[in-house]
């Protein structure tokens, strides 16, 4: 990326994109699903800067989130899954950091967490559903009254059951409130020169959550000219006005799949298992894969060519078949 | 002599037993990915597999082993995400049939996927909803699975994520539900399904060589155990699709029988 081609200066490093746009106690929003598209190059930088009291919101989350619980940078998340499937059922340091009670929890439901992304993203302050009627996801709340008062990014009330005004049978809905994150960090595949969006595969929540965002972070295996994405713009995902920062980063989602560029890398993830296990192991595992590779270049190093080629996808599937995934 | 198989090869087959031909499958994780995929394969081929994440009908050449897995993206008639596939699990016109887990269940079919005890200070944290709550409130139906013992088959749910048919009688309807609930909660020892009127959960089949008894020594609530038949062994063909086709490296079927 030469500077003449970014008037806005949106082409940077990871260092740069953390340092100018993640704040301490920022409300942090993570794209991708458990084991797919988890902006994990993204998720290090954060550990490296030693970000402290970041308030999480999140749908289903596995490697990223995991990583920076474990790390110590989470306060509070507002969740709806914790898991890498059969890698970890249930994330491994978010376990422990939410036994132990350092870390505050507030459960959502997926569809629930979608629609207070997409309130936010519209402006509107909420959403009506009908999940979880009767359930302890509305009855129980993670955040205290006291603390809702206190803390201007939480609202009043964790849900409100209602009626349906628009009928007279006294029909019942959830209204959820919007999510307006600080700031959302996003793995992609391709980011045109102009800052466009292409995600391939599913796209999760990612469009909701960046919309929703103050401020977004992109990640991306390729840049390419924004002519090439403008060729075919139906396949585009994201305008290049909402994006503030760009980040390339080759297998930016290791150890999580990237559709079309690498599957998930189940050696490294087994590994992970065992070692976020026990407090000293997890130390090992973040010097050795975080504080120790001080840049995605370094860190592929670290995994090696013999594991990046394994889990390289097959371009007619999007991931690596006959892969190994005991 | 009948071929040996492994309890979980029998729960696979038992839930994927339950699924119809032309039924839209709101799978998850583990074993209702393959009951979902072996009924596919044998008796339901016009079955269509969506998932949470926005994969419509992919063409599972492989197991996925997360709803997120790039296996649920390949060969799929559409690719999208989570408000589209909630929008297809809600659809009125859509008999949608959705399979959880769980950690606990009550007599109601009521799930805990959240965590054991105090909620604040949990003892044993678990993932969490996901899109459970999700299906519990929306789809056509829930097919269930657990491992059968008193530890999660409880009077009590120590966090209730996902509601089933709450206390029973008509209060799921009550509470705002227009559709849905648990149909059958399948397990290592047999297929429970609930009560037309009551909705509280019955013993439907026992699995070959397992006793009524043994289904009550493990539940920790009154079940009604009188209206119970056998269920049939696994085929060869059942079998074979399950190993050969389906889970050719176990994943998910784990270690193979003796």
Redesign the interface.
């Known amino acids: 990326m030469s500077e003449g081609n970014d008037p806005q200066g949106k082409f940077m490093s990871a260092e740069e994109a953390v340092r100018r746009f993640v704040k301490d106690g920022d409300l942090v929003t993570i794209g991708g699903f458990t084991v797919s598209r988890n902006p994990m190059a993204l998720a290090r930088e954060i550990i490296r800067q030693g970000r402290r009291d970041l308030h999480l919101a999140v749908h289903s989350h596995g490697q990223a989130m995991d990583l920076l619980v474990g790390a110590g940078c989470v306060r509070r998340i507002e969740v709806a899954y914790g898991g890498t499937g059969r890698f970890a059922p249930t994330c491994i340091r978010f376990r422990r950091a939410a036994q132990s009670g350092e870390l505050e929890v507030e459960d959502y439901s997926n569809f629930q967490m979608g629609l207070r992304f997409l309130a936010g993203a519209l402006n509107l302050p909420f959403m009506p559903c009908r999940s979880g009627l009767e359930s302890d996801l509305l009855a129980k709340w993670g955040f205290s009254p006291e603390l809702r008062q206190r803390e201007g990014k939480l609202a009043r009330h964790k849900a409100v059951v209602t009626e349906n005004p628009f009928g007279d049978t006294g029909e019942r809905v959830v209204l959820l409130p919007a999510l307006t994150p600080d700031v959302a960090l996003i793995h992609a595949q391709y980011v045109g020169d102009d800052g466009t969006v292409r995600i391939k595969g599913l796209t999760f929540l990612d469009l909701e959550q960046a919309r929703a965002a103050s401020r977004v972070i992109v990640s991306c295996e390729e840049i390419v000219p924004a002519a090439y994405l403008r060729q075919d713009p139906d396949q585009n995902s994201l305008p290049h006005f909402l994006i503030d920062a760009v980040v390339r980063a080759p297998y930016g989602a290791h150890p999580t799949a990237c559709h079309y560029f690498y599957d998930y890398d189940p050696r490294h993830l087994n590994m992970y298992r065992r070692e976020a296990g026990e407090d000293e192991s997890f130390r090992g595992y973040l010097k050795r894969w975080v504080f120790d590779a001080p840049d995605q270049e370094s860190y592929l190093a670290q995994v090696g060519t013999s594991d990046l080629i394994r889990i390289r996808a097959n371009s007619q599937a999007g991931y690596a078949p006959g892969l190994d995934r005991r | 002599m009948p071929p040996a198989y492994t309890n979980k090869e029998m729960m696979a087959l038992a839930a994927g037993r339950l699924v119809d031909n032309g039924d839209i499958l709101f799978a998850g994780?583990?074993l209702s990915m393959l009951a979902a995929t072996v009924a596919k394969r044998i008796h339901a081929p016009a079955a269509t597999v969506f998932f949470?994440?926005?994969?419509i009908d992919p063409a599972l050449?492989?197991l996925p082993?997360?709803?997120?897995?790039?296996?649920?993206?390949?060969?799929s008639c559409l690719?999208?995400?989570?408000?589209d596939a909630?929008s297809l699990l809600?659809h009125r016109r859509l008999r949608t049939i959705s399979f959880l887990g769980a950690a606990q269940i009550d007599a109601y079919g009521n799930i805990n996927t959240?965590?054991l005890g105090d909620?604040?200070?949990?003892?044993?944290?678990?993932?969490?909803?996901?899109?459970?709550?999700?299906a519990m409130?929306?789809a056509f139906a829930v097919i269930l699975f657990m491992q059968h013992d008193k530890q999660r088959f409880v009077e009590k749910l120590d966090?209730?994520?996902?509601?089933g048919w709450?206390s029973g009688g008509d209060s799921r309807e009550k509470?705002?539900?227009?559709r849905g609930g648990p149909r059958a909660v399948v397990t290592n020892l047999g297929v429970m399904k609930f009560d037309e009127t009551t909705r509280r959960m019955y013993l439907h089949q026992l699995y070959p060589g397992v006793s009524a008894q043994e289904v009550a020594d493990n539940t920790g609530f009154e079940m009604d155990l009188t209206r119970a038949s056998q269920a049939e062994p696994p085929s060869e063909a059942e079998l074979k699709a399950l190993r050969e086709d389906v889970d050719p490296?176990r994943?998910?079927l784990g270690p193979a029988a003796e």
């Not at chain 2, 949470?52 to 994969?55: A, L």
């Not at chain 2, 690719?79 to 408000?83: C, E, Q, R, T, V």
């Not at chain 2, 200070?121 to 459970?132: E, K, M």
């Open positions: 994780t583990g949470e994440t926005g994969g050449a492989e082993l997360a709803v997120a897995d790039p296996r649920v993206m390949s060969g690719n999208s995400g989570l408000l909630f809600a959240t965590c909620y604040h200070r949990p003892r044993v944290r678990f993932p969490g909803s996901g899109g459970a709550c999700d409130s929306q966090y209730l994520t996902s509601p709450l509470a705002g539900f227009q490296q994943l998910i």
